[in-house]
């Protein structure tokens, strides 16, 4: 066992009894690119119905482990995967894991809103009428509306819902983004820098609206605001060079780092 597993697992284990179930469990989680480490044994274990923030210098491996949760390692050539994650308890890596499936239940946001080149209705509806989730016009008129409601953009595009989702400001294209994920029922939501291109008022909206879905999902946010971490997650998890080097409350994690290296990223004398 890799030295830095039982640190891990010890904090998971002050979580407390009353948090939340577990729906994320990684075990001595690695990835190389041609042969070139780029995560080291990462054990980590994330609760569901909350926010959990991945911070750390660029380059530490943030978006790399938040691709091994829905396999997006597998389309980059040279990346080798190796360990064990587990969501709801099955291994994300299996060979009966049908990666478009699972991409489906673990619904991903990149740092750039990427509506498809279709009208805001279709956008959501794209989703659901692939994976047959909708009887009905009515049934997908339904899921078109409550995805959108649940992202808080109902009521501005309620009366344009033909209408380009790319003529949507650049918030609210994020929040389409949303609303076309969670329009699958996803298990996990993933955020890369979700705000990186937004405005304060539309970082705040987006903030807004993860603090309503932690209430449903298990959200995994890449930041590089400090501010944001501490705003919008219940846990954080600090990365550096590869290594997770420590998980817990954020509260603590900001205010009572264990270890050095995270004391010197939040205090800004790296990174
Ligand atoms: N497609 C790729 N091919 C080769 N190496 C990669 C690839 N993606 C990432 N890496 C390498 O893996 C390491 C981790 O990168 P990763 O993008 O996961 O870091 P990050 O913490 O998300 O960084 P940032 O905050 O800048 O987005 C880096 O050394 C990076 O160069």
Same mark, same amino acid.
């Given at each position: 066992?890799?030295?830095?597993?039982?640190?891990?697992?010890?904090?998971?284990?002050?979580?407390?009894?009353?948090?939340?179930?577990?729906?994320? +469990?990684?075990?001595?989680? @690695?990835?190389?690119?041609?042969?070139?480490?780029a995560?080291?044994?990462?054990?980590?274990?994330?609760?569901?119905?909350?926010?959990? +923030?991945?911070?750390?210098?660029?380059?530490c491996?943030?978006?790399?482990?938040?691709? @091994?949760?829905?396999?997006?390692?597998d389309?980059?050539?040279?990346?080798?995967?190796?360990?064990?994650?587990?969501?709801?308890?099955?291994?994300v890596?299996?060979?009966?894991?049908?990666?478009?499936?699972?991409?489906? $239940?673990?619904?991903?946001?990149?740092?750039?809103?990427?509506?498809?080149?279709?009208?805001?209705?279709?956008?959501?509806?794209?989703?659901?009428?692939?994976?047959?989730?909708? =009887?009905?016009?009515?049934?997908?008129?339904?899921?078109?509306?409550?995805?959108?409601?649940? +992202?808080?953009?109902?009521?501005?595009?309620?009366?344009?819902?033909?209408?380009?989702?790319?003529?949507? $400001?650049?918030?609210?294209?994020?929040?389409?983004?949303?609303?076309?994920?969670?329009a699958?029922?996803?298990?996990?939501?993933?955020?890369?820098?979700? @705000?990186?291109?937004?405005?304060?008022?539309?970082?705040?909206?987006?903030?807004?609206?993860?603090?309503? =879905?932690?209430?449903?999902? @298990?959200?995994?946010?890449?930041?590089?605001?400090?501010?944001?971490?501490?705003?919008?997650?219940?846990?954080?998890?600090?990365?550096?060079?590869?290594?997770?080097?420590?998980?817990?409350?954020?509260?603590?994690i900001?205010?009572?780092?264990?270890?050095p290296?995270?004391?010197?990223?939040?205090t800004?004398?790296?990174?």
């Open positions: 066992m890799p030295d830095n597993q039982s640190h891990i697992l010890d904090q998971n284990a002050g979580f407390g009894a009353t948090e939340p179930p577990i729906k994320v +469990a990684a075990r001595d989680v @690695c990835v190389a690119y041609d042969g070139k480490q995560l080291n044994h990462v054990s980590i274990d994330i609760p569901d119905r909350s926010v959990t +923030a991945f911070i750390g210098p660029s380059g491996g943030k978006s790399t482990f938040l691709r @091994c949760l829905n396999r997006m390692n389309t980059i050539e040279g990346a080798r995967v190796t360990g064990s994650l587990k969501i709801d308890g099955a291994e890596n299996d060979k009966s894991i049908d990666p478009v499936v699972l991409r489906a $239940s673990v619904g991903m946001v990149f740092q750039k809103p990427n509506p498809f080149p279709k009208s805001i209705y279709d956008n959501v509806a794209y989703g659901p009428r692939i994976h047959g989730l909708a =009887l009905s016009r009515d049934d997908l008129d339904g899921i078109v509306e409550s995805s959108l409601k649940k +992202a808080g953009l109902w009521e501005e595009v309620a009366d344009r819902l033909n209408d380009p989702g790319t003529s949507l $400001s650049g918030g609210q294209q994020q929040r389409l983004v949303i609303a076309r994920a969670i699958i029922n996803p298990e996990v939501i993933l955020m890369d820098e979700p @705000c990186s291109a937004l405005d304060p008022i539309a970082t705040a909206k987006i903030e807004e609206l993860i603090d309503e =879905l932690r209430e449903n999902y @298990c959200i995994i946010i890449v930041t590089h605001s400090m501010q944001q971490a501490a705003r919008v997650s219940q846990r954080t998890a600090f990365f550096h060079m590869g290594t997770l080097v420590e998980f817990g409350r954020t509260e603590d900001f205010t009572n780092p264990r270890d290296r995270t004391q010197d990223y939040i800004g004398r790296f990174g």
